[in-house]
């Protein structure tokens, strides 16, 4: 399969818990985003990496999360003392080195659920 | 009021009903527009990807864009009970890469 991937799929933890997800990209593109989805709503923009580099953070991105690329490869996305409002859809996507038709393919996203 | 606007519906249709959906948006910035298809627990897919006005057709889709009305479709004909999903619109503006997102239109295609 040789579309984004995210590992895990779901996750439970408990408030208080650090948690940590992965996003593996379409090998060619060099652009990853992070976005949060909860129940009822669009996904929201939380950061973008072109390459290593983190371009872009959203205000809903607290002190709290951090995200990394290393190499420009794969991405985490650390959540550092987990509240109940975190629990939504975890979605990575990624596109290809073009701007005026950059479209962004999505992983499978992980579910995260703060007990 | 949000920048992208999308009835979430419930909307139902029985199966080879012509869909209609729609988003309104209220920066004229924005040139870039999609449409995005949800399967229950799954990331979004891309459907459809149009620049400007104007309509482009892709098998059973078809994409419109009125950006004098700020206005944009999406035309699923021939619907089938496997197009039942959340339907997402996004649009983003020239030289940047992060789409704003409508909160999604729930398609029900029953048989």
């Known amino acids: 399969d040789t579309g984004v991937s995210q590992d895990p799929r779901h996750k439970i933890t408990k408030r208080g818990q650090n948690v940590t997800f992965r996003c593996d990209p379409i090998s060619e593109h060099n652009r990853l985003y992070w976005y949060r989805q909860t129940l009822g709503q669009g996904p929201e923009f939380l950061t973008y990496f072109q390459n290593e580099a983190q371009l872009e953070k959203s205000r809903l991105l607290s002190d709290r999360f951090s995200a990394e690329r290393p190499k420009g490869s794969f991405s985490t996305l650390e959540i550092q003392r987990t509240e109940q409002g975190d629990s939504a859809m975890y979605l990575c996507?990624?596109?290809?080195?073009?701007?005026?038709?950059?479209?962004?393919?999505f992983g499978p996203g992980t579910r995260l659920t703060v007990l | 009021q949000k920048e992208v606007e999308q009835d979430p519906g419930p909307l139902s249709v029985p199966e080879g009903a012509i869909v209609s959906l729609n988003c309104t948006y209220s920066?004229?910035?924005?040139?870039?527009f999609m449409w995005y298809r949800q399967y229950s627990r799954k990331g979004p897919e891309l459907l459809m990807y149009t620049y400007s006005s104007g309509n482009k057709e892709d098998g059973r889709f078809t994409a419109q864009v009125d950006k004098s009305s700020k206005y944009i479709s999406l035309f699923i004909r021939d619907s089938q009970p496997s197009d039942s999903a959340t339907y997402l619109c996004a649009m983003r503006i020239g030289g940047s890469y992060i789409p704003t997102f409508g909160r999604g239109t729930s398609l029900i295609v029953h048989p």
């Open positions: 996507a990624s596109s290809p080195p073009r701007l005026q038709y950059n479209e962004q393919f």
């Open positions: 920066n004229s910035a924005f040139q870039y």
